[in-house]
């Protein structure tokens, strides 16, 4: 069977039997929209638009396989397959229990069968009773576990060194970035650009030109914003709507992408990025006209310069365009829609 990081934008797939969701479950199939392998995640157009809606939904690998065949799915039905895993926990499943509650962050503690895992952070869904286990999606490719709360603690707040230079910051921040500590990346992120807007701090590292040049805190405000949507992204997950919280992020990562506009015009990821946070808010027609005209710009942007000098590299532009489409569908709808995938290309996902 083909592995699903190497499915193209149009293939197959089909939900896995024994995955029951409010707008998909086990056997419906659609066609892929986009390919986040990054974040092993795919936005499918499902057939069945009774079930999922008219909109694109963003689903997980691990409930998903490759459907090369149109026709086995019939409505309500999973197929059977020996090579299933083990069906979803039966009964009810609970958002609180104990110290922990649903769409926490956790940090992973003390496996002896998967001693690889600790130190890793994951987000609480949904805690069985009967196993007395925590559904916990593992950042960083993981997938999902089902854990015991003895082996779940509280992650520590991030902490940033003192006397560090702008460059410095930024390389930590883009080292936490690359292991998926979003948390801690912001608070790197957020170090260098108070030295930026600070005169007096300014003045005391004597910053070199490269630095003190505007398009270098456009460029920090970029990834921040980054790690903001993938944050609001996390947080949503397959909720049916957008929530306070994931919300919450899209607007600091919607503010981040726009300041990062203003400092550099030029820049087809910051106004990729604002397409990308737009989208992750309360949906509006507003809303989607905003997000639409933002990635609209971007697109006219070349590897070396495209209209009003706008840059963006060729491997992104696949991604942008998808994300059109789909901000022009939510407009035709205005209804809410899942957060589409973000950072869907490795060039995208580089951090500069």
């Not at 229990?97 to 496996?111: E, I, M």
């Not at 559904?135 to 902490?159: C, F, I, M, T, Y």
Request: charged content about 25%.
């Amino acid at each position: 069977m083909a592995q699903l990081d190497g499915l193209a934008v149009g293939e197959r797939v089909r939900v896995q039997g024994g995955k029951n969701f409010e707008k998909f479950h086990g056997g419906m199939e659609g066609t892929i929209v986009a390919n986040d392998a990054e974040n092993k995640t795919m936005i499918i157009q499902f057939d069945d638009v009774q079930t999922s809606g008219p909109d694109p939904i963003s689903v997980a690998y691990r409930h998903l396989e490759h459907a090369p065949i149109r026709g086995s799915y019939r409505a309500g039905h999973a197929p059977s397959t020996s090579s299933q895993k083990p069906a979803e926990p039966q009964g009810p499943l609970l958002k609180e229990h104990g110290d922990f509650k649903s769409k926490q962050l956790v940090q992973l503690q003390g496996l002896q069968s998967a001693p690889e895992l600790n130190g890793k952070l994951g987000r609480l869904q949904k805690f069985d009773p009967v196993a007395e286990r925590w559904e916990v999606d593992v950042r960083g490719g993981s997938g999902q576990k089902r854990l015991k709360e003895a082996n779940l603690a509280v992650p520590p707040k991030p902490e940033v060194p003192s006397g560090l230079s702008v460059a410095e910051l930024k390389e930590l921040g883009n080292a936490a970035f690359k292991v998926s500590e979003l948390e801690n990346a912001v608070a790197f992120y957020t170090a260098a650009l108070d030295i930026l807007e600070d005169e007096e701090s300014r003045a005391k590292q004597d910053l070199p030109p490269e630095i003190a040049d505007p398009k270098y805190a456009a460029v920090l405000l970029n990834n921040r914003a980054q790690c903001y949507i993938m944050l609001c992204r996390e947080i949503h997950g397959e909720d049916a709507a957008i929530g306070q919280e994931a919300r919450k992020y899209a607007m600091r990562a919607n503010m981040d992408a726009a300041r990062a506009i203003e400092l550099d015009g030029t820049s087809g990821k910051a106004y990729y990025r604002r397409g990308c946070a737009v989208l992750g808010m309360a949906p509006s027609a507003s809303r989607a006209k905003e997000a639409i005209a933002c990635l609209e710009t971007a697109l006219e942007g070349r590897a070396s310069g495209g209209k009003d000098g706008v840059i963006l590299p060729n491997a992104m532009r696949n991604e942008v365009s998808n994300l059109l489409d789909y901000a022009k569908r939510r407009l035709d709808s205005c209804v809410e829609a899942a957060v589409p995938d973000v950072e869907q290309c490795r060039e995208n996902c580089r951090q500069q």
